[in-house]
Nanobody, 126 residues
């Protein structure tokens, strides 16, 4: 069982930065790949970024590549999403999730993830 709690969301102007954190409970955090997803009003939840259990491999949606960076600290049971050059279209509720597998092709699909946080709101004003 893994419990996830996101933090770090807020209101920021376009071009600004935010860093989201996702703190995990449980001693098996390091055995999970972790992902970030987001859901904008009226839209389906979409993949943003993922990181392998070791942190050695990262994956990004094309819409955030070059602007967002996912990282993890297994000693702190925490995964991060550094978001730079934010755009109004990045406005959404951001969720972190834990994936117990290690197949890179599965990272992009929310069905692969067993545990989810409650989400944190990110609002980017123009």
């Amino acid at each position: 069982q893994v419990q996830l709690v996101e933090s770090g969301g807020g209101l920021v102007q376009a071009g600004g930065s935010l860093r989201l954190s996702c703190a995990a409970s449980g001693r098996t955090f390091s055995s999970y790949a972790m992902g970030w997803f987001r859901q904008a009003p009226g839209k389906e939840r979409e993949f943003v970024a993922a990181i392998s259990w070791s942190g050695g491999n990262t994956y990004y949606a094309d819409s955030v590549k070059g602007r967002f960076t996912i990282s993890r600290d297994n000693a702190k049971n925490t995964v991060y999403l550094q978001m730079n050059s934010l755009k109004p279209e990045d406005t959404a509720v951001y969720y972190c999730a834990a994936y117990p597998g290690d197949y890179s092709g599965s990272y992009y699909y929310e069905e692969s993830y067993d545990y989810w946080g409650q989400g944190t709101q990110v609002t980017v004003s123009s």
